[in-house]
């Protein structure tokens, strides 16, 4: 039984290991540290990971998604936590050791998230809250970003100094989402419907309802390389199509909800061609996912 058992998933991932694995090996302090790279690619990601840091240990399974590659890494873990982690990352600042020490301490928190910013420096917003019709329709209309009273408005927690304190939240990115293993024991692993995006909502949904709390907590920084999906169409449809999904399974309303998701990549494909603001692979991306919300075809799987 070890402190944390980190997760790696793999897809075509290979050339990100070394930042990500000997980064959070050097910031892992006094804890006991298992990592296990699943790897549901075709790159050679399992063998090189083996090779270039002993101890190291890789599965390899077919690609049914996120989730359902990071069930098969919990299927191998022993220890007390599970860091989900991605492998386009590289712990910048603090120690995964005075991570483990804040869950300590609260045992009623069943999942953390860390603070996580961009390559140029800038914050990636990571705390979240719950999808709704409401907090859809701010985000279509721009309303998350007015001062004050829009703070609140939309799904991401925008506000900076929130990311500098132990800040209570909905859910938090993949990314990163150090976990209780006895908390993911009571409420189950991820949903494998979910092929991608939108698999942590619904875990930290049922966390949460299980009586589990959710933190963002400030003792680690990592840099996330991530690749902006609303500028891939492919995968902006994909971002649209989960979102169904967890309106389908948990919200009340998800006509609504799906009616306001419709209109938010309208208004998206409409400003895209703006004078000014013309942007044509954000404009393709929007109209892949409206056509998505509409016809409610998945473009993966």
């Known amino acids: 039984m070890t402190d944390v058992c980190a997760i790696v998933v793999s897809h075509e991932g290979r050339d990100w290991l070394d930042g990500a694995i000997g980064t959070l090996i050097e910031h892992s302090s006094d804890i006991s540290l298992d990592v296990v790279v699943v790897d549901n690619g075709s790159d050679g990601a399992a063998e090189y990971a083996e090779r270039r840091f002993p101890g190291v240990r890789a ?14 890494g919990l299927e191998a873990a022993q220890s007390r936590y599970v860091l989900f982690l991605n492998p386009d990352t590289e712990v910048v600042e603090g120690e995964l050791g005075a991570l483990v020490a804040a869950l300590d301490a609260r045992p009623e928190v069943g999942l953390a998230g860390a603070r996580q910013v961009r390559p140029d420096g800038s914050l ?29 408005l939309g799904e991401r927690e925008l506000v900076e100094r929130n990311y500098e304190r132990v800040t209570a ?3 938090t990115s993949g990314s990163f989402m150090l976990a209780r293993a006895t908390a993911l024991a009571e409420v189950g692993w991820f949903d494998e419907r979910f092929f991608l995006f939108s698999e942590e909502t619904d875990l930290c949904w049922r966390l949460k309802r299980g009586g589990w709390e ?18 891939n169409a492919r995968l902006e449809a994909q971002s649209a199509y989960a979102r169904l999904q967890f309106a389908r399974k948990n919200l009340r309303r998800p006509a609504l909800y799906r009616a306001v998701l419709a209109l938010r990549y309208w208004v998206r494909w409409v400003s895209y061609a703006v004078p000014g603001r013309r942007e044509p692979r954000r404009r393709a991306a929007a109209a892949a996912a409206l056509r998505t919300v509409l016809t409610g075809r998945p473009p993966f799987g």
């Not at 599965?59 to 990071?70: D, Q, S, T, V």
């Open 214 to 231: 959710v933190l963002h907590l400030p003792e680690l920084t990592i840099l996330h390389h991530e690749q902006e999906h609303w500028t």
């Open 124 to 152: 990636a917003p990571s705390i979240r809250r719950f999808p709704s019709p409401t907090r859809m329709l701010a985000e279509a209309l721009g309303a998350e970003r007015v001062p004050l009273a829009g703070a609140r």
């Open 169 to 171: 939240c909905d859910w």
């Open 59 to 72: 599965i390899r399974c077919p690609n049914h998604g996120f989730g359902h590659a990071n069930n098969r």
